[in-house]
Structure formats: structure tokens, C-alpha cells
């Protein structure tokens, strides 16, 4: 019996998500060439093969139910309605859009990115492709199949069910131009606010949304940060004659210096990170400007 073996960069799931994350980078690069989202509107068209399957695995990845026999209907369901979709153009389709982001972007660094649900992307590519094997390894897709009823019949975190994460459902039931017009004010409204982050803040942001499930690299990145922006407050400090500017540098130090980062770095540890960088952008103007 032949083992179904997961492909990372195969995976449609996977692949889109990846791209998402991709257009992201280049809002907070500012890249104009928009190549990622590009990507994404040619190769996830409504009336494209690679469309109907990333459908069917949000449909797996989000939908819930209570008991585990509905699950598993679910799932047959979904996997019947699999062997409808056009296997040989979703074949050709996945092989264009491999070959064109391989064109465009470095594919270790692209793939390179953890992936939140990556047990569950895995488990719904395994079920897919078992259909196309003659003879595969029934428990190992029998795993799969246990992995996908568990994320079905799982409760949501309530720390998630947020007016955030209903903004984010109704924007995604939006039709194809409502939903491009809404990314094109999202990035003019995110140029216009951020326009005037630093190198600093962007990379602060980039590393944040580079590693919202590697917990560790970012927890890494943020203890090595924070010993540059003590040094560089004490620095700008002896530059500066203003009093109150010396005590608010001070306490910002202070502060700084007693953070204390447990398994997950906080929001309101990146938020302090940031003001920080801001006001050491602030420190220089003045320093400069005598």
C-alpha cells in the first residue's frame, strides 16, 4: 500500500494562504508591482479549477458542527463534491501558478513561512488525493480523515470570535469586485496611516506577521531588539539638554529593560516596541535639527 504523501507546495490551501501573506509584504513594502495579489486574481478567478478546490478546503478549514457522524458527513460530502472538479485543468492550473511564483518570488524563502493550520492543510490534501491511488495506506488516511473531524468538531476560542473576525466573514461572502475595491481602500488606507513608519517599524511589522505561529523566532527577534533601542535611548539622551525629555527617555529604558517576555510575545509588547522606535525617531529630528 503506497503512503499519500503531502505536498507543501501543491497544496492549494497552503499556496493561497502563502500568497495572502505575500500581499501583506508588499503593502508594507510599499511595493507597487503588486505581483502577489496579481497571483491571486488570475489563478483564483471564480471560474477557475484552483478557486472551486480552495472553497472546498475553507469549507473544511472553518465549517463546524457538533457531533462527530455529522462531521464525517461532512467530509464525504465535500470529498464527493472533489471528483467533480475538473482534475486535468486543476492539474494544469496548479502547475502554472507553481511555475509562476517560482517565477517571481525565492520558493524556499516563500514556503519557508510556518503555517497556522498546517496539521489541518495536510489532512484535507491526503483526503483529496487518496482518490487518485489505487491502493494507499487506509490508516494513514483514516488519520487524516480523524484530524479533519476533530478541527470540524471543535468549539472556536472565544478570544477569536471577535467583531474583527465577522468583518473578516462578511468581506469574504463579498463578490469578487466588492471585495477588490475593499483591498484597494485597506491599502491606501494602510499607505496613508503608515506612511511615515520607519525601517525599523516596518521590519518590526514584517517579522510580526512573518511569525504569527512561530511563537519562538519572533519571541527571539524582540529580546534582541530591545537591548538596541535601551542603548539607543541612553545615547540620544546625552544629546538632549530638555529636562522632561530626559525623564520620559529614562522611563522609557526603565521599562524597557524590566520586560519580560513569556512563551507568546504581547500585543502590547509590540505596541510598546513601536512607540519606542517612534520616539527615537522623534529623539533624532530634534537632535538634528539644532
Not at 464525504?76 to 482534475?87: C, G, L, M, S, Y
Not at 517599524?201 to 527577534?221: A, C, D, H, V
Amino acid at each position: 500500500m503506497k503512503r499519500v504523501k503531502h505536498s507543501k507546495f501543491k497544496n492549494t490551501g497552503i499556496l493561497f494562504e502563502l500568497l495572502v501573506r505575500q500581499i501583506t509584504l508588499e503593502v508594507l513594502n510599499g511595493d507597487v508591482t503588486e505581483t502577489a495579489k496579481k497571483i491571486v486574481s488570475e489563478f483564483f478567478s471564480a471560474k477557475t479549477e484552483l478557486n472551486k478546490e480552495l472553497r472546498l478546503y475553507d469549507l473544511l478549514l472553518k465549517e463546524k458542527y457538533n457531533s462527530e457522524s455529522r462531521a464525517e458527513k461532512f467530509i464525504d460530502t465535500i470529498n464527493e463534491a472533489h471528483t467533480r472538479i475538473n482534475q486535468k485543468n486543476l492539474q494544469r492550473e496548479k502547475y502554472n501558478l507553481i511555475k509562476k511564483i517560482n517565477e517571481s518570488f525565492n520558493m524556499d524563502d516563500f514556503l519557508s513561512s510556518p503555517i497556522t493550520n498546517y496539521k489541518v492543510l495536510a489532512s484535507i490534501y491526503k483526503v483529496f488525493e487518496s482518490k487518485s491511488y489505487d491502493n494507499y495506506d487506509v490508516k494513514d488516511v483514516f488519520n487524516s480523515k480523524i484530524t479533519l473531524i476533530e478541527n470540524i468538531t471543535s468549539k472556536p476560542s472565544k478570544l477569536i470570535e471577535t467583531k474583527d473576525t465577522s468583518l473578516i466573514e462578511n468581506y469574504k461572502k463579498q463578490d469578487k469586485d466588492l471585495r477588490l475595491l475593499t483591498y484597494k481602500i485597506l491599502v491606501e488606507t494602510f499607505n496613508k496611516t503608515y506612511s511615515n513608519l520607519d525601517e525599523n517599524q516596518r521590519q518590526l511589522l514584517k517579522e510580526y506577521i512573518n511569525n504569527l505561529s512561530n511563537t519562538t523566532g519572533f519571541k527571539f527577534y524582540i529580546e534582541k531588539e530591545i537591548p538596541k533601542i535601551i542603548a539607543e535611548l541612553k545615547k540620544l539622551g546625552k544629546s538632549i539638554n530638555d529636562k522632561v525629555t530626559k525623564i520620559k527617555l529614562a522611563e522609557t529604558a526603565s521599562v524597557l529593560s524590566k520586560t519580560k517576555i513569556g512563551k507568546v510575545v504581547s500585543d502590547n509588547q509590540v505596541s510598546s516596541l513601536m512607540i519606542s522606535y517612534e520616539l527615537i525617531k522623534e529623539l533624532k529630528t530634534k537632535v538634528n535639527g539644532k
